[in-house]
């Protein structure tokens, strides 16, 4: 691609809305952080500030290349990151009671956020070849079964269930999009009514209290109901505009538990209240109508079903994280993309930006 061409084809309201989450990021974590104490402040959004720099440079670079390298390397970038998970189950590094990162020298990864994107390349790879109008049939869906199955049974060996459903979102997603048979979709639809009862004797005990938590969190208000019951007080307390930056009660006195990570929405609404809370929901909106535009005006099969995948992920996690935090859905560990704190989330949804811009620019061309 001429460097002209480069420049006509730049997506920059994609580029714009990721930058506006980021920047809407940023100052929340700032505030978020800043009961821990300067130094610590200082520290985390600092390197935060660094992985968006790292994510953006390498952003950039990856624009020079076509997305449909993905097609080509889709295998070996799938296996790599289950060698990874596998990795983490004898070697990570062993916090809060789970094993879900691998120390590099001084950098802490989470494969589980990778192997989202390698999911969603192996399965638009499979995909792109078996678009069929009619459908795909029970036995095309096989081999997308052991590509979602893989990570899913690895994650949930950390374990680490919310991200392991997560895969599971964003692979149904993909998969309805490309069509299921009517009659294959009874079938799988009417298995998995049948086996979510026996799934409950499958979870461990302090999932099994996060479910029972969400349907009566006064059940255990100082024990497992404490983090929804304090997130839920510091989203009410914000109302109309909030109680300004720096001064949310519950994040100063420390009451909200991981306000810089999974619970950073609940410090944004306390904060910036419910105009604050409904802009960054928009923007969100805006971003996923974006990706699922330019999934649309794409005319090869394989950059189509790519775009979809990455902005399912997107809109999942969004999706999750917001309704976790407002007590609607169960407590996951799934951070809120772009906004929360995380080298491996934040790389992980730059990557997702950098392969929807890389669409976006090639969509009208076939190569």
């Not at 200082?42 to 449909?68: D, E, H, P, R």
């Not at 889709?74 to 990162?101: D, E, H, N, P």
């Not at 019951?229 to 989203?235: H, P, R, Y």
């Amino acid at each position: 691609m001429s460097e002209r061409n480069f420049v006509q084809n730049f997506d920059w309201g994609l580029i714009g809305l990721t930058f506006t989450l980021a920047a809407m990021g940023m100052v929340t974590l700032y505030s978020a952080v800043n009961a821990e104490g300067e130094s610590f402040q200082k520290i985390l959004v600092v390197k935060q500030l660094v992985w968006y720099c790292v994510g953006t440079a390498i952003m950039t670079v990856s624009l020079l290349f076509n997305y449909k390298s993905f097609d080509r390397w889709a295998s070996a970038i799938y296996w790599i990151c289950m060698i990874q998970l596998t990795a983490v189950l004898f070697v990570g590094k062993y916090v809060a009671g789970s094993r879900r990162w691998l120390a590099l020298g001084p950098i802490s990864v989470q494969p589980s956020e990778l192997a989202k994107i390698a999911v969603i390349v192996m399965l638009a790879r499979y995909y792109a070849k078996m678009v069929n109008p009619k459908g795909l049939g029970w036995r095309d869906l096989f081999y997308p079964f052991m590509i979602t199955g893989i990570p899913f049974a690895l994650i949930v060996r950390q374990p680490d269930l919310g991200t392991a459903m997560l895969i599971l979102l964003i692979a149904a997603s993909v998969t309805l999009f490309v069509k299921i048979e009517i009659r294959s979709l009874t079938y799988l639809t009417l298995a998995g009514l049948m086996s979510a009862p026996l799934l409950w004797f499958c979870l461990k005990g302090y999932q099994k209290q996060r479910i029972l938590t969400f349907l009566d969190p006064d059940r255990d208000p100082l024990g497992a109901g404490y983090h929804i019951i304090q997130s839920k007080i510091a989203i009410g307390s914000g109302m109309l505009s909030g109680k300004g930056l720096l001064k949310g009660t519950q994040n100063a006195l420390s009451f909200l538990p991981e306000q810089h990570t999974d619970f950073i929405f609940s410090v944004m609404s306390e904060e910036m209240g419910f105009v604050g809370s409904l802009s960054v929901i928009l923007v969100f909106l805006m971003l996923i109508v974006w990706g699922l535009n330019i999934a649309y005006g794409c005319r090869d099969p394989f950059g189509t079903i790519l775009s979809v995948g990455v902005t399912a992920m997107i809109f999942w996690q969004a999706f999750i994280n917001i309704g976790m935090v407002m007590g609607l859905m169960p407590v996951v560990g799934v951070p809120l993309p772009f906004i929360s704190y995380g080298g491996s989330s934040v790389m992980t949804m730059m990557t997702c930006i950098a392969i929807l811009m890389n669409v976006s620019m090639r969509r009208f061309t076939i190569e």
